[in-house]
């Protein structure tokens, strides 16, 4: 299984920017996708996660400014990120949590490699 994760690049304070991540290879369901951050000497947080349900979890700290959606059917996960503020930026990883494959019993998880947000001030 690999995520691969794009969106991410510059935008000012106050714009916009839509992140994307697609999971691949032998999947048969996944309980939840998600957006995580990592701030330098920081331990990598929740952004965001939603269930294949769609029931989604936010951060407080970006509550009301970001949207998270999935497209099931495709194996992705969104990122709506506006209102965006110069203390989001950093780098973004994706994630797939609990991830069934048409190969192994197990659920495992994955982490996609990352993208960077940068909001100038």
Known sequence: VQLQASGGGLVQAGGSLRLSCAASGSIFSINVMGWYRQFPGKQRELVATASSRGDAIYADSVKGRFT???ANAKNTVY???NSLK???TTVYYC???GVATHTTPERDDYWGQGT???VSS
């Open 79 to 81: 990122l709506q990120m």
């Open 86 to 88: 110069p203390e989001d």
């Open 95 to 97: 994630a797939a949590i």
């Open 116 to 118: 960077l947000v940068t």
């Open 68 to 70: 998270i959606s999935r």
